[in-house]
């Protein structure tokens, strides 16, 4: 596949989506940029929901590629996740089939997995292949995101990366997410690897930073060409002398999902 140049981004008036409008086009990319919501200061952005099938299909032709960010990035009622992230998703993978675009990268979620036990000291890393365990509908969602993205590969050859975020922030803002923070910078790297990689198929990759305290294996990103340069550690003497170290009693903390599997924050609209 010759390397995309024009990407479709979707959800790019959201936090990740501002943040990779910022860096990607230093790796070339020209942006579309799609949201149901107004991106400021992007006057060309187009304003549609993932329910406006027309509207898709007029977004996602002639571009190279699909950068997937738009949904319900917390949990909500099932009826809500069904809507934008489970139909969403849907429409915009038939979007992309009808006019061929050949190669999407999927925000999936460290939710599918969410309820994988969080590694002690001294345990092995999460592999990419631990059993889902969705710890919301939102996880089930991005679940159903990859199984989709599997389905469109198998039957119609269309590849995608799904890349399993950790917490893609400008900073880390809790003692957990030391063990699974990407830095913006690189999530550019990460999304700009799976662009361009060849052959993916669907591949499924976590997305972090190369953290000391790293909870999960990287092997399958590292495959992609991705090459992290950050770690939270910087932020780790702060962070810790404000929350205290993690607690090995404290169901907050006993899964890879954090409080998404005690008390998740609801999505607010
Ligand atoms: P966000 O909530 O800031 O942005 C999501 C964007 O999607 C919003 O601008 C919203 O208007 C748009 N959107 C929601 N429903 C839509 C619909 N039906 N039609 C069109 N647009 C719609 O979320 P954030 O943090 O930017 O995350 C982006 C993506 O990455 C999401 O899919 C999220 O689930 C995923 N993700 C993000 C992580 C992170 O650390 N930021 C971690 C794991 C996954
Ligand atoms: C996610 O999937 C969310 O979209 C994001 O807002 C963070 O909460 C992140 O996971 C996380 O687990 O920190």
């Given at each position: 596949?010759p390397?995309p140049?024009?990407?479709?981004?979707?959800?790019?008036a959201?936090?990740?989506?501002?943040?990779?409008?910022?860096l990607?086009?230093?790796y070339?990319?020209?942006?579309?940029?799609?949201?149901a919501?107004?991106?400021?200061?992007?006057?060309?952005?187009?304003t549609?929901?993932?329910?406006?099938?027309?509207?898709?299909?007029e977004?996602?032709?002639?571009?190279?590629?699909i950068?997937?960010?738009?949904?319900?990035?917390?949990?909500?009622s099932?009826d809500?996740?069904?809507?934008?992230?489970?139909?969403?998703?849907?429409?915009?993978?038939?979007a992309a089939r009808?006019?061929?675009?050949?190669r999407?990268?999927?925000?999936?979620?460290?939710?599918?997995?969410?309820?994988t036990?969080?590694?002690?000291p001294g345990?092995?890393?999460?592999?990419?292949?631990a059993?889902?365990?969705p710890d919301?509908?939102?996880g089930?969602?991005?679940?159903?995101?990859?199984?989709l993205?599997q389905?469109?590969w198998?039957?119609?050859?269309?590849?995608?990366v799904?890349?399993?975020i950790?917490?893609?922030?400008?900073?880390?803002?809790?003692?957990?997410?030391?063990?699974?923070w990407?830095?913006p910078?690189?999530?550019?790297?990460?999304?700009?690897a799976?662009?361009?990689?060849?052959?993916?198929?669907?591949?499924?990759?976590?997305?972090?930073?190369?953290?000391?305290r790293?909870?999960?294996?990287?092997?399958?990103?590292?495959?992609?060409?991705?090459?992290?340069?950050?770690d939270?550690?910087?932020y780790?003497?702060?962070?810790?002398?404000?929350?205290?170290e993690?607690?090995p009693?404290n169901?907050?903390?006993?899964?890879?999902?954090?409080?998404?599997?005690?008390h998740p924050?609801?999505?607010?609209?």
């Amino acid at each position: 596949m010759p390397a995309p140049r024009t990407v479709l981004l979707t959800g790019a008036a959201g936090g990740l989506g501002t943040l990779m409008r910022g860096l990607l086009p230093a790796y070339g990319y020209e942006l579309r940029l799609f949201d149901a919501v107004p991106v400021e200061g992007e006057p060309d952005a187009i304003t549609a929901d993932l329910g406006d099938r027309a509207a898709l299909r007029e977004a996602v032709r002639g571009v190279d590629a699909i950068m997937h960010l738009a949904g319900i990035s917390l949990e909500a009622s099932f009826d809500k996740i069904l809507r934008a992230n489970i139909e969403g998703t849907y429409n915009l993978y038939e979007a992309a089939r009808e006019e061929g675009v050949r190669r999407v990268v999927f925000a999936s979620s460290n939710h599918v997995v969410g309820y994988t036990p969080r590694p002690l000291p001294g345990d092995p890393l999460i592999p990419i292949d631990a059993p889902r365990r969705p710890d919301t509908f939102y996880g089930l969602s991005k679940s159903f995101g990859e199984d989709l993205a599997q389905l469109y590969w198998d039957r119609h050859g269309m590849e995608t990366v799904s890349v399993r975020i950790g917490s893609c922030f400008p900073e880390p803002t809790s003692v957990r997410m030391l063990s699974v923070w990407m830095s913006p910078e690189d999530g550019a790297r990460l999304f700009h690897a799976a662009l361009t990689a060849e052959d993916v198929g669907h591949t499924v990759v976590h997305g972090s930073s190369d953290n000391t305290r790293l909870w999960w294996d990287l092997t399958t990103a590292r495959a992609l060409g991705y090459e992290p340069k950050d770690d939270s550690e910087p932020y780790a003497a702060r962070l810790v002398a404000e929350q205290g170290e993690l607690d090995p009693d404290n169901p907050d903390h006993a899964h890879l999902g954090g409080h998404f599997c005690t008390h998740p924050p609801i999505w607010p609209r």
